[in-house]
């Protein structure tokens, strides 16, 4: 049997690909290990090993997911690495409410161009989206730190915004473009929520069309790809789109420059916080401190996220019990401004998160991808 495509993975990509080709009534194999990949909720422990929210504004990455509990950003504690902190609203936001107002003056821009910019990655590459938006693509060669300079912003980051673009995404201002910088700050300034994920409810879903297992070999030849699993057994299809990490999909395609990675760790606790850590829900940290930040859940354990393998619980709780941990030792491809393209050939294309942070831009990406398969079957 010859399909209209195989998605290779499944996660924020994959699974938005496989749903946009169904919806368009086309036939296709999805081919992962598991569902939802970054997507990691722990059914038995309630909690997010991976992505920790959705934003009001993923339209798409948010039809994976089922919404749960609001995170409050005035619930919120910054520390400064030096022992010093402070709530969302205290003395020192007043302090910073000029620079706060010339924030929330960049992201209002910011979203109007880039709700418009992620409406065209629906249908064109991310390459053709940024042609039509200068801006957009002026912030994708810029470093998060210069746009900060330029802008005046450096109060402001170094209290504030920097931490939470470090909680999003593990690495500091210097590491990043502008555009994923302002892409996760808009967590700041819209809703967002925890969620859950699944798998049983997924693959309930996606029926037949799942193939669970591991390419290990792909090959194209008149016109026909065929997919070799880890059992032996092939699919084949008109199509293929690899959603997978990049790391992954550059085994199959050259994909030439892409970003470096960050290594994320993440424990869920028990415990008690000491003094000074106790009292919001979440603890958001320097790009200095190897912890990024903790969160709160709603049964009254914790997260802690940390760019380093081994976590100094000691240091942050009174008394702790760690019952469940996560390693994510390619966890975001965050660092450098490398393109890889979206399209090889006429029948090859790459889905995920490899030109822009977050689920909505990887769930978009597989969009524009089944997009481009069911334009050929009209």
């Not at 504690?77 to 020192?92: E, I, K, P, V, Y």
């Not at 903790?294 to 914790?302: E, F, I, L």
């Amino acid at each position: 049997m010859i399909h209209d495509a195989v998605v290779v993975g499944a996660g924020s990509a994959g699974l938005s690909c496989a749903h946009t080709l169904q919806e368009g009534g086309a036939d296709y194999a999805l081919v992962s290990e598991n569902l939802g990949g970054r997507i990691c909720y722990s059914q038995k422990e309630g909690v997010n090993f991976g992505a920790y929210f959705v934003m009001a504004n993923y339209h798409h990455a948010e039809k994976l997911v089922t919404r749960r509990t609001w995170i409050n950003p005035l619930s919120c504690r910054f520390h400064d690495g030096n022992g010093h902190s402070f709530a969302t609203l205290s003395g020192h936001t007043f302090l910073r409410q000029p620079g706060l107002a010339v924030f929330a003056a960049v992201m209002t821009r910011f979203i109007r161009h880039y709700d418009r910019f992620k409406k065209n990655c629906e249908f064109m590459s991310q390459r053709e989206a940024m042609a039509v938006d200068p801006y957009i693509a002026e912030l994708f060669a810029q470093p998060a730190a210069e746009f900060i300079a330029e802008h005046h912003l450096g109060k402001v980051a170094e209290d504030y915004v920097s931490k939470f673009s470090y909680a999003c995404t593990g690495v500091d201002l210097d590491s990043i473009t502008a555009l994923d910088f302002l892409n996760v700050c808009q967590g700041l300034v819209v809703p967002i929520h925890r969620f859950e994920f699944d798998e049983v409810v997924e693959a309930a879903r996606l029926g037949e069309h799942f193939h669970r297992g591991t390419v290990v070999t792909h090959s194209l030849d008149a016109g026909v790809h065929t997919v070799t699993l880890a059992d032996g057994s092939t699919l084949q299809a008109r199509n293929v789109v690899f959603a997978t990490p990049a790391a992954v999909t550059a085994k199959f395609l050259d994909l030439g420059e892409l970003r470096q990675t960050c290594q994320l760790y993440v424990e869920h606790v028990s415990g008690t916080l000491k003094p000074g850590l106790d009292t919001e829900e979440m603890n958001l940290f320097p790009p200095t401190s190897p912890v990024i930040f903790t969160a709160r859940q709603d049964d009254g354990s914790y997260l802690v996220y940390s760019r380093e393998p081994k976590i100094d619980l000691p240091a942050l709780f009174a008394d702790f019990e760690v019952i469940g941990r996560k390693a994510w030792d390619k966890a975001m491809y965050v660092t450098g401004r490398a393109y890889v393209e979206q399209q090889y050939g006429d029948s090859t294309y790459v889905a995920g998160d490899h030109n822009g942070l977050g689920l909505e831009p990887a769930a978009i990406s597989g969009v524009y991808a089944a997009h481009q398969i069911l334009k050929k079957k009209a």
